[in-house]
Each structure stands twice: as structure tokens, then as C-alpha cells.
């Protein structure tokens, strides 16, 4: 099975903290994606990587910035969290067209 | 770009009932189109697919078919349970499978 490990199922950070959200993959799947979901608006992309060192924005990407070091991780930065950031973040893996995507179980975030 | 619409929720109904969550979609080329279920405190995991106009697919009970001519991919469940309270989200895949885009997502609760 494949397995995608978010490092905090809940977390609470104070406004201009910086943030540090971690996804591990125990597959070798190039393509890692960033989505926060909030009610009624579905999950938005951040940024997504398709290789080590390699990341692209998303729809959403103002106030977030990624890393990609290594093949298996891919970390979501919030510069300096504000309120508004407060949302569930979801890791995805994705790797073909037909083939379906694979979810960490989320990190609750909330910024107070 | 592309775009995935679905009914609002949230969906109230009782056990046994008959199921429709309505998804319409807007894209070019031919992609893939999935459901994915997420329960409670859980990230989202793949209910069902069909990768190409008319397939059906299909998982514990649930159903849905690709339809070119009407870009619907309406999901149906003839008898819900209790236990199928969750929220769908209806989404689709570029050929490439770079790019994930969902819908907004309808809560299921479903009444013993």
C-alpha cells in the first residue's frame, strides 16, 4: 500500500509564525502536490513538485512557499501565518492521468 | 482551464434511501474523471473512476458513468447506510496527470 504521512494531524501557531507542514512518501512517485481544503470551496493547489529541487505554483500559492530536498519529501512553508491561513492541508502523490491519487490524512492548521 | 461542478450539500437523507450527488465538468481533451470519499478526520481516498466516455465505474454499491455528450459523472448509490456519511468530491485528470482539479465537494449524512 502506498503511504503518504503527513507529520501533524493538528496544529496551532500564532500569527507571524513560520510554519513548517512535512509530507513523506514511501513510494517512488515524482509528482507531490500541496491542497488546503476549506467548506464549500473543494481543495485549492498550492504548489506541486514533479521533482527533487523542482516546484510549480498552484492557484493559491501568495503567502506559501515549498521545498523539495529530497525525492520523498515535500514541505509546505508559511512564511508568516495570518489568520486567514487557518484550513486543513492535504499532501497528495499523482503520477498518471488514469491512475488515482494517493491522500495523507491531512494537518488541521489553525492560526490564532 | 478546466472545472468541476457539483450540487451543494449538505445531503440529509435516511438508510436505505436512493442516492444522486450531480457533477458536471468542463475540459478539454479526454480526461480521466474519479470520485473520491473522505470520512470523518480522514484525507480523501478513491471511491471509483472511469478513464474514458461511457465507462462506468463502480465500488461497494456506488456507480457512476463518463458521459462525453452531457460532461456529467453523476454518482448514484441505490440503498445508502449509515456508515457512507462522508463528504464526496467529484474530480478530473489531465491526460498527463499533472493536474488534479476537484469540485467543491457534497456532505452525505444519512439518518438510521
Known amino acids: 500500500d502506498v503511504k503518504v504521512t503527513q507529520s501533524s494531524r493538528y496544529l496551532v501557531k500564532r500569527t507571524g509564525e513560520k510554519v513548517f507542514l512535512e509530507c513523506v512518501q514511501d513510494?517512488?512517485?515524482?509528482?507531490m502536490f500541496w491542497y488546503r481544503q476549506d467548506p464549500g470551496l473543494g481543495l485549492r493547489l498550492i504548489y506541486f513538485?514533479?521533482?527533487?529541487?523542482?516546484?510549480e505554483k498552484g492557484d493559491i500559492p501568495e503567502g506559501y512557499s515549498v521545498s523539495r530536498e529530497k525525492k520523498e519529501r515535500f514541505s509546505l512553508i508559511l512564511e508568516s501565518a495570518s489568520t486567514n491561513q487557518t484550513s486543513m492541508y492535504l499532501c497528495?502523490?499523482?503520477?498518471?492521468?488514469?491512475?488515482?491519487?494517493?491522500f495523507g490524512q491531512g494537518t488541521r492548521l489553525t492560526v490564532v | 482551464g478546466d472545472s468541476v461542478t457539483q450540487m451543494e450539500g449538505p445531503v440529509t437523507l435516511s438508510e436505505e434511501a436512493f442516492l444522486t450527488i450531480n457533477c458536471t465538468y468542463t475540459?478539454?481533451?479526454?480526461?480521466?474523471l474519479f470520485w473520491y470519499v473522505q470520512y470523518p478526520g480522514e484525507g480523501l481516498q478513491l471511491l471509483l473512476k472511469?478513464?474514458?466516455?461511457?465507462d462506468k465505474g463502480s465500488n461497494k454499491g456506488f456507480e457512476a458513468t463518463y458521459r462525453k455528450e452531457t460532461t456529467s459523472f453523476h454518482l448514484e448509490k441505490g440503498s445508502v447506510q449509515v456508515s457512507d456519511s462522508a463528504v464526496y468530491f467529484c474530480?478530473?485528470?489531465?491526460?498527463?496527470?499533472?493536474?488534479?482539479?476537484f469540485g467543491g465537494g457534497t456532505r452525505l449524512m444519512v439518518k438510521p
Open positions: 497528495a502523490l499523482h503520477n498518471s492521468g488514469e491512475t488515482e491519487a494517493f
Open positions: 513510494m517512488d512517485h515524482e509528482n
Open positions: 513538485s514533479y521533482d527533487v529541487k523542482m516546484k
Open positions: 475540459a478539454t481533451g479526454y480526461p480521466s
Open positions: 472511469a478513464t474514458k466516455a461511457d
Open positions: 474530480a478530473l485528470s489531465d491526460r498527463a496527470g499533472n493536474m488534479l482539479t
